[in-house]
C-alpha cells in the first residue's frame, strides 16, 4: 500500500507540486497479526506539510475552473484550505484501497494492471512505442513522468518544466491496461463494464474524457476495418485477430487485453493572475500561491490504475454470485452434518 | 414518449435499418385518467417485424465486435433473435423513460436537452457550425442525419448511403447539450456529474468513447488558455467568460451548458463476409443477414438525449434531498394538527 | 412457478376472498428452449376477475387503517380499483421470483424453507405440536387454512368461518422455517441475516410484527438459561444443543434452522359500517363492497417463503462474492491462453 | 453528539458494564467553523480502558450464542479482543450518526424520537403507564434504567442487580415513540417505513423481535375491534380515533405518533461456567472474563432512537426528493440569468 502511495504524493519529483508529504499510511483497523478481519480497513495519513497561508487570497476569490465555486454554489459554505473534497488528497483513499483490490486480482486471477502517460501537453506517444503485452511496471517507473519509452519520457519532463517555471500548467491522457481479465466479467445493460470504467476514471480530479479500444478514432473506419475477428488459438482458445474493442464486447470482457485512455486536463490552480469574482460578487483578479502541480498526469497513474482494479474488483466478485455457483455447489449444498461442509466452508478452522 | 420513440425506431428512413417496427407503446400501468399514481409505469412495445430466419447463420457462429460471444461466455447460452439484450431494441425503455424524464425536467427546471450528430465517419461537423445557446430540436430534426446544419447533413447521408449500398457499416460522434441546468447539481467524489453521464453514455451500444468540454483537445492546451475565467454578469449572477469546462467544475454544475460527446463504433453487424469461429470451435466464415443499421448515430441521438435526462433527473432529486430541505421547512415542520400541513403537503387533497 | 401462484391466488378455497383469479402466468421474455438467458425475466399475470364497480364508495371514502388514505397524502392521486399497488395482488411478482429463488436454493445447496400457519385469531398452536426438522410440504398444504396440525387447523378454519359469515376479519401469525442453510451467510453489521429477513417480512402487506429465534419470549429467560451451547456433532461438526437463536447469531447463520414468526393484522377492509372521512375531508360512514379475504394468512405463507427465499438467495450470492473466491481460483486464474479456462468460465460451450 | 454517546458509554451505572470508557468523541473532519462542510464527517471515539487479559479464554473457545462463532465460520478469522465488529462498541458510530440526524429532523419538521424501556426479564410496564403523547426524555433520563416510570424502575433495576451479582444476565424490551412525522413518509412497497424501521432495529446487536402499532397482540382482535376509524379534528386534519397502525398504513406515515418495540435477548457473555468447543474442535467448558452487561437494555434505548432517526432521516429525504419538487420549482425553473436563482441556490452567498 505505502509503494502505491509514494506513487501518487506530492514532492516525489521536480515535477509534481513541491509541497512535501510523505504520505506515511498507517492502518487503524481491520487487520490482525497481518490478516484481514473481515472488518473495514482503517487507513489513517495525516498531512504534514500543510500551509495555510497560501490559501488566504484564494479564500476570497473563487479561482477559474476550480470546484471551489461549485461548492459554495453546492454547500452554501467553504473549506478552502487544501482545497476540501476537491483537492488531489482525496485520491489517497482510492490509491490505498486501490492497492488492496490490485494485489488480490493478481493473486486471484492473475490480473495485471498497469497504466501511463501517453500525453504531455503536445507530445504524443506514438501508438506502436508500446507493447501492451510486455510493457512492465519497471518501464514505467523507470522516469518521473512515468511514460514506458525514454525518449519521449525526456520530451513530456522537457514540456512539463517549461511550464512550471513560469507558473503555468498542462494537461495529458493516461493510457491504461489490464492483461488477464478473464472473460465474462461485466454486466450487458446499464453496467457494462466499459461504463463503469468511464464513471471511474471522470470521477478522478481534472479527468475531461475517456474511450475505450478504438475510442473517438474507431470513427474513422468502416465496420469491416473496424471489427475484430475471431480465431481458434493453438490452446483452444476462442481469441481475436485484433483488439479494437479493447478487451471488452457487449460491455463484457472477451479475455483479451483490457485498455482505455483518460484526457487529464492542465491543472486549474496556476501561478498567474487571472480574472476571476470573489464570494461578495466583486470582480477581482487573483493570483494563487499554494504549490500545485504543473501536470498532474505523472500522479494520475496510481490513480488510474486504482479505479481501475476497485472497477474489476467488483465486478469479478459480481460475476462469481451471478455466474460462478456452480463449482461451489459441493462446498455449500451439503447440509451442516457433514463433514466436508464444515471444513470446505471455514478452511481455516482445521 | 411516442414521439421520442419514433425518433429512436428503426426503418425511420433509408439510412437506418430497414427492419419496419411501429414502436407504438401502450402503457399498461402507473396512469390513471391522465395523471402518473406513483406507481411504477409499465410501458409495453411489442415485435412486428421480427424474422428469426434471419438469425440461422448467426446462431451458429460469432459475430466479430458482437456482444453475442462475451453473452456466451458469461452465460453459456445464447439467444440469438435479434440479438437478446445486447439488441439497440433494448434501448426502447431508456427512450421511454427517458421521455417522462426530458418532462419534469423542462417543466420544473427549465432543462433543455438536445443531441445532434457532429461526425459521421470522417466528415466532421466544425466546432463553429453550432451555436450552443440558440440550436433547437426542429433545426435537428430537419434531415434523416440529425446534424442541424443542413450542408454538413448532406454530406453525412452521402457518406452512409455509400457504406450502406455495399452492405459495410461506419460510426460517428453524437454531441449533447443541456441548457438551464441549475447550479449545484451533482457530487463532489465518486458520483460527479461527468461521472454518471460518462458512465450513462459508455452504457450505450456501440457507444466507445466519452469527453466533456473541452475533452481530450482540452490537453493542448495550458492551464491560463485552458481555465474559464468568472465575472459577473449584468442580472448579478456569477458566469464565466469561457466554457472549456463543459458546465461542470469538480463534478458539480456551474449553471454554463453542459455539453459532452459521444463517439460510436461502426454497428458490428454487416454484410460482407468475415472471418469467425463457431460456437464449436470451428473456424468459419459469417455472412450476417439480418437488417442492420449501415450507421448507428442518427438513432443514438435520442437514445443519448434520453440517458442524459436520467442522469440529470437523478442528480437533481438527489441535491434536492441533501440541499434543498430548507425551503421545505415550513411545508414539513408543523405538526399534524396544523391546517397548513395537511393542505401543503397533500396540495391535491383540497 | 404456476404452483407457488397457485398457493397465493384468491378464491383458492372459502376462507379466502371469494374473488376469482385464476392468476396464471405468462413468461414473456428471460427464457429460450426451457432455459434462462440471463436477461431478467417478465411474468404477466392478468386481472380477469375485476368489478370496478364494488369500489364506488371505496372511492369516495378512506377505508380505516388501509393504505389508501396515506397514498392519497404522499402521492395526492388515489387509484382506488383493487388498491392499487396497496393491493395483496403486488405480492404476485414476490411469490413468482421466490419461487425461482427456492429452485436454486434447494438445487445448489439443499435449502429447504416452509411456512404454515402457527395463529389465527385467538387459536394458537403450540410449540411443541410441529418439529422443525420434519414437518412437510405435504403437512401444510393438507388443509386449506396451511397449518400442519390437523386438529389445530380445524380450529383455525373454524374461528374464520365465523368472522366471515359476519362480514369481519380477522389475522393471524406465519411461521417460517429454513432448513440446511450453509452457515456464514449473512453480514456483521447493518446488513445482518436477520435484519434482511425482518425487512422483508415487514414489507408484506398488513404485516406488523417479526421475531427470530426466541423473540420476544426470550426476554422471559436469563442469559444462562438462554444461551444455546455448542457441542461437537458425530459428524465432527460445530452444533448447538438448542436453538433459541433461530439459526443466526450475531447477523450470520451458524448452520442450524432458521425460524421466524411474523404477524399479521386483521384485513382492514371488512364489510361491516365504519366512520371514517372522505377525500372532501367530511365525516362520512362507509360500509366497504368489494370481495376481501376474513383471514389473510393463509395466502400469507407462500409469500413469507418467497421473501424468504429472495432473502437468502441474495444473501448467498454476496456470501460467495465475499467469501469463497477462493475455490474459483483454478477457474479464474488462469490467462485465456489455456484451455482449461476456456471451458471452466463457458461450460456450455463444450 | 457527546450527550447521545454519554447515554450509550459503558461504566456509566452500575447497572451496566463495569469497564470504564470515557467514549469522548473528537471530530476529525467534515466540520469548519461551527459548520458541516458537506464532506463526510469523521467522528474518532478511541479506546481506554481495554483488558486483552480478559479474552484469554475466549480466545480458545465460542462463546455460546455469541456472535465470535459465526465470525469464525465466515471469515476464517477471529479478532477475539473487545469482540470485533460484533461488540457493541460498533453502535458508537450509529449513536453519533443518530445524534446528527436527531438534531436535523427536530430542527426542520419538528420530529422528536424517544424510547424507553418497557421491560426487562419478567418485569413488564403496563401499556397505559406511559403516554405517548406527553412522555419526556426528563422522566426517562431520571433513572439508570430508562424507565419513564419510576415504580417499575425501580423493580426493573433490582431484576437487574439480582442477575448481576451471580454473573448471570437478562434481557427486555424498548419501546420507541416518534411525534410530529409528517404523513405522506415512507414507501408503499418493497421499502415500507415499517420495513426500514425493522430492519434498523434487528441490526443492532442481540435484538431478537420488532413490532409496530399493535403488533403480535393485534391478532386477537377482529377487524372491526382493530381499525382505526378516521375523522376531521377542529384545525381541519384527517385524523384518527385510535393508533392501532402505530402511525403507519401500508408503509407510509398517517401523520399520527409512530411506536414500535424491540425485543432484546439476554447478553451471551456471562460469568457462568458454560459447555462449549475449542476451535480445535474439543468440547470444552469457558468461564467468561471480561466485564459484561448484566442488562443490555438500558444502553439499548440511545441505540435505538438513533436508528429511528436515521431510518426518517433517509426516508425524509427520499420524500422530499419524489414528491416535494413542487415547492422548489421557482428556486430551480429560472436559468441563470436571473438573480433569485442564484441566492435560492446558494443563499449564504448574499
Known amino acids: 500500500m505505502q509503494v502505491e502511495l509514494d506513487r501518487r504524493r506530492p514532492g516525489q519529483s521536480r515535477i509534481t507540486t513541491p509541497r512535501k508529504e510523505t504520505d506515511t499510511c498507517k492502518i487503524l483497523s481491520g487487520t490482525h497479526e497481518g490478516m484481514t478481519t473481515g472488518t473495514p480497513i482503517h487507513v489513517f495519513v495525516p498531512n504534514t506539510d500543510q500551509r495555510g497561508g497560501d490559501y488566504s487570497e484564494m479564500a476570497k476569490a ?5 470546484a471551489d465555486a461549485t461548492y459554495d454554489f453546492k454547500y452554501g459554505v467553504r473549506a478552502v484550505q487544501g482545497g476540501g473534497r476537491s483537492s488531489a488528497r482525496e485520491t489517497i483513499g482510492r490509491v490505498a484501497a486501490g492497492a488492496l ?30 507493447d501492451y503485452e510486455t510493457v512492465t511496471m519497471e518501464q514505467i517507473e523507470s522516469n518521473i513522468v512515468r511514460c514506458p519509452d525514454p525518449e519521449y519520457a525526456e520530451k513530456m519532463i522537457a514540456a512539463i518544466d517549461k511550464v512550471r517555471v513560469r507558473g503555468d500548467s498542462i494537461g495529458g491522457v493516461v493510457t491504461c491496461i489490464a492483461r488477464n481479465v478473464p472473460r465474462g466479467i461485466g454486466s450487458p445493460v446499464f453496467d457494462k463494464l466499459e ?18 479500444g478504438s475510442g473517438f478514432a474507431g470513427t474513422d473506419l468502416t465496420g469491416s ?6 480465431y481458434m488459438d493453438e490452446a483452444g482458445n476462442v481469441r481475436t485477430q485484433t483488439n479494437r474493442s479493447g478487451g471488452v464486447q457487449g460491455g463484457i470482457s472477451n479475455g483479451e487485453i483490457i485498455y482505455f485512455k483518460v484526457a487529464f486536463k492542465p491543472t486549474a490552480t496556476i501561478g498567474k493572475k487571472q480574472n476571476t469574482v470573489s464570494r461578495e460578487h466583486q470582480d477581482v483578479e487573483l493570483l494563487a500561491r499554494g504549490r500545485h502541480d504543473p501536470c498532474v498526469v505523472p500522479r494520475a ?40 461442509s464444515a471444513s470446505e466452508l471455514a478452511p481455516n478452522l482445521s
Open 301 to 340: 497513474v496510481p490513480m488510474v490504475e486504482s479505479m481501475a482494479a476497485l472497477v474489476l474488483m467488483d465486478q469479478l466478485m459480481a460475476h462469481i454470485a451471478q455466474c460462478e455457483m456452480f463449482p461451489l455447489n459441493l462446498a455449500l449444498q451439503e447440509p451442516i452434518g457433514s463433514a466436508s
Open 101 to 130: 483490490a490490485k494485489k488480490i486480482l493478481k493473486l486471484k486471477s492473475g490480473v495485471e494492471i498497469l497504466a501511463f502517460v501517453s500525453k504531455v501537453y503536445q507530445v504524443v506517444l506514438p501508438e506502436d512505442a508500446v
Open 225 to 230: 476495418e473496424h471489427n475484430d475477428e475471431f
Open 62 to 66: 473563487y479561482r477559474p475552473s476550480h
Open 195 to 212: 461504463a463503469e470504467l468511464a464513471k471511474a476514471m471522470l470521477s478522478l480530479p481534472a479527468s475531461k474524457g475517456f474511450e475505450i
